[in-house]
């Protein structure tokens, strides 16, 4: 990845260029990257002209996106601390979701990207960001359906309230619930095991109760 390459970090005592190398990149540098991006994603396009990446550790690399990509749409898609950490501890990846291993560490990540997203929103131009509560999707599918499509600019398509009737090919560990309506059968499946996540709600500490703040 981009970012995976600025880190420049040749042994793992050395430390980390980037985020500290984006200081010293000109005009010219971030609009190269931005340009590589674009053209390296261009197998997954299609041919569309528009594509969501969707890879859950984007929030750390929100101020580099901002920077190479001034016309993307950055979606906050944010859904309650436990039912988000508990879908991830059950989900084994095969690699690179290392922190969904244990319920402190999930927790504690969770915990920073909230942490993290907050910041986002200090120091980005208002309106840079769109939070989109998983909750409020579930009460309200088309009305924030119309919020998202509107701060993107486009236009109001019918299937992206019909997304389970879609043909394509899913990949993801959402394949099977992305062939159904959206329902509420994944809200609070952790509640039978609550007894055990004590853990988790440690971890988790304010973002616990101030997850929508």
């Not at 309106?127 to 509560?133: D, K, S, T, Y």
């Not at 924030?144 to 600019?153: E, T």
């Not at 394949?175 to 059968?185: A, D, F, L, Y």
Request: proline share 5%; net charge neutral.
């Amino acid at each position: 990845s981009l970012a995976h390459r600025l880190r420049g970090r040749k042994q793992l005592t050395d430390r980390e260029r980037y985020p500290r190398i984006l200081h010293e990149l000109g005009a010219d540098d971030l609009q190269a990257l931005g340009e590589e991006y674009v053209e390296t994603t261009r197998i997954h396009r299609q041919g569309a002209a528009f594509f969501t990446d969707k890879m859950p550790n984007n929030f750390r690399h929100i101020g580099l996106i901002h920077l190479i990509l001034p016309n993307a749409k950055i979606i906050d898609a944010r859904r309650h601390p436990m039912d988000c950490c508990w879908s991830g501890f059950k989900q084994l990846f095969a690699e690179g979701q290392e922190f969904t291993y244990s319920l402190e560490d999930i927790g504690n990540y969770y915990r920073g990207y909230v942490d993290l997203m907050a910041h986002w929103e200090r120091v980005l131009p208002e309106g840079r960001i769109l939070r989109v509560q998983h909750e409020d999707v579930l009460d309200d599918l088309g009305g924030q359906v119309r919020r998202i499509l509107d701060y993107c600019g486009l236009p109001f398509d019918q299937a992206c309230v019909d997304f389970h009737k879609t043909d394509r090919a899913v990949r993801t560990a959402s394949s099977e619930q992305v062939r159904k309506p959206i329902n509420k059968s994944g809200v609070e499946q952790w509640r039978p095991y609550e007894a055990h996540l004590e853990p988790l709600k440690t971890a988790l500490g304010p973002a616990l109760t101030h997850y929508r703040d």
